[in-house]
């Protein structure tokens, strides 16, 4: 795997991309309030807490997604309905169901594995159509 023939430029916008869809997904115009519900979570709990931190992290954290995301497509032959089809194999079948695995022994609802485990799978979709498509 040759890092040199990546496209930097696709994982920094898979990255930002990444960061937004959790932004929607999370805010009250998609799951938020259920999200909140499932967590016990009240508006003052999200206020609390590093914030800089947390987001810097997760752009961190969406980073490593996006660059590991990239090597698996790091083929000239990559197109765009790979991409989305690879990003739905890591998304539901890697990251998803790991969440359900997890999900499972730690008790949590169906409604909650649903909504961690629709968000990486929409994210890596979104990201395997940047990284497939931007070759």
């Known amino acids: 795997m040759d890092i040199s023939t990546l496209n930097w430029a696709a994982i920094l916008v898979a990255t930002l991309a990444n960061f937004l869809i959790g932004g929607v997904w999370y805010s009250g115009l998609l799951f938020g309030k259920a999200w909140m519900a499932e967590n016990n979570f009240s508006k ?80 890596f979709i979104v990201m395997g159509l940047i990284l497939g498509g931007w070759r």
Do not use: C
């Open 44 to 123: 003052a709990d999200l206020q609390q807490g590093n914030m800089p931190r947390i987001f810097g992290l997760t752009l961190l954290f969406s980073f490593v997604m996006a660059f590991n995301l990239a090597m698996f497509l790091n083929d000239a032959k990559t197109t765009t309905s790979w991409g989305a089809m690879a990003g739905f194999l890591a998304g539901f079948g890697w990251a998803a169901m790991s969440i359900f695995v997890i999900g499972q022994f730690e008790r949590k609802t169906t409604r909650y594995m649903l909504i961690h485990g629709g968000y990486v799978t929409i994210s």
